[in-house]
Structure formats: structure tokens, C-alpha cells
């Protein structure tokens, strides 16, 4: 009989953070319906699109920080279990995302992410968006210069599960090691 004190498991978190951003995306597309269904007739109807607004725009920063929180995380699960623990921890723990995402590939098969591609651009923002929400400085704008880029748009959110998406299944390119089957399984599994 096993030793349950002596018996190990692997403790990951890349699967769970995409399942949050996943089902906050949902929660996004749900409340766009809502928003977009409603006619602007009088003040209660301009309450309800801001307040749906304002729900957009939580849910898409929930789903931007979790995006981020996966790609991290995957792609240190990816180096450790293909370094030693000492090896990724003393060479390459440091590095930020976008570069541990050149540069462990590079390091495993000989090849990296494409530098123009897509997958590369959405990881790229990602990160800067990431980086503006967890490390923001409050501001001040006239309102008639409000743009997009002063909100975390449903867009975003999108471009977010995008980027944990295309990275994967490119890594999975360079890689044909990776498992990536946990993506749809954090899409469907309530307990991800």
C-alpha cells in the first residue's frame, strides 16, 4: 500500500488562471448582449449601458491579469520539466515573460517564437496591458479625450485568451512535447 505521506503531486496553476479568465470571458460576451440589446431612451437606459460598462470592464481586466497569470505560469511548468529545477531557477526564473518565452524555446528545440508573428505581438501587449493594470498610476484626462486605450476594453479581453491560445499552439509547433490539451479542459471543467 502507498505511503500517502511520501506520495507526491504536482502543483500547477497555469490551467486554473485560464479557466477564471475563460469564464470571465464568457461573463463579457454575456453582458455586451445585454448592453448592446438595450435602446437609449431616457436616463435609466444610459444607467443600465454604463453600469454594464463598468461590469465589461472588470471582468476584461480579471481576464487580462488571469491570461497573463497563464502564460507565466505555463511557460515556467514548460522550462522546469525540461531543465533542472536549479538550472531555470538560477538561469532563467528571472528573465521576464516575453523574454522566457524566446528564450526557453530557443534554449529546448534550437528554434523561437517568430518575432513578427502574431502570437509574439498578442504576447507582447499582453504583457504591457498587464503591466499598466498591476502597476498604475492614477491620471488625469479632460473628458473629451477619453479613447479606448483609458479602459480595458471587451477587445482586450479577447486579444488576451487570443494570446494564451496562439502561444500555445505555437509552442506546440516548435514543440510537439507540449501538452495542450488542458486548455479545452479549463474551458469545460467546473473544478479547473
Not at 505511503?3 to 455586451?32: G, M
Not at 444607467?47 to 511557460?75: P, Y
Not at 521576464?96 to 498578442?122: C, F, R, T
Request: hydrophobic share 40%; with cysteine.
Amino acid at each position: 500500500m502507498n505511503n500517502p505521506e511520501k506520495t507526491e503531486i504536482r502543483l500547477d496553476n497555469h490551467r486554473t488562471f485560464y479557466s477564471i479568465a475563460y469564464q470571465h470571458h464568457l461573463q463579457i460576451v454575456h453582458l455586451v448582449v445585454e448592453r448592446n440589446h438595450r435602446t437609449i431612451k431616457d436616463d435609466e437606459d444610459v444607467n443600465f449601458i454604463c453600469e454594464k460598462n463598468a461590469a465589461i470592464q472588470r471582468s476584461a481586466m480579471v481576464v487580462v491579469i488571469f491570461s497573463a497569470l497563464t502564460l507565466e505560469a505555463f511557460i515556467n511548468h514548460y522550462g522546469i520539466g525540461k531543465f533542472s529545477r536549479s538550472f531555470f531557477d538560477n538561469h532563467l526564473d528571472k528573465l521576464n515573460p516575453v523574454s522566457k518565452w524566446m528564450i526557453i524555446p530557443k534554449l529546448v528545440v534550437g528554434h523561437q517564437l517568430k518575432a513578427d508573428g502574431q502570437p509574439y505581438e498578442l504576447l507582447r501587449k499582453l504583457f504591457k496591458l498587464r503591466d499598466k493594470l498591476v502597476h498604475y498610476k492614477t491620471r488625469q484626462k479632460r473628458i473629451d479625450e477619453l479613447a479606448d486605450e483609458d479602459w480595458v476594453t471587451e477587445r482586450d479581453a479577447y486579444d488576451a485568451l487570443q494570446a494564451v491560445n496562439k502561444l500555445t499552439e505555437e509552442l506546440r509547433s516548435l514543440d510537439p512535447t507540449v501538452e495542450i490539451d488542458w486548455l479545452r479542459d479549463a474551458e469545460t471543467d467546473p473544478y479547473a
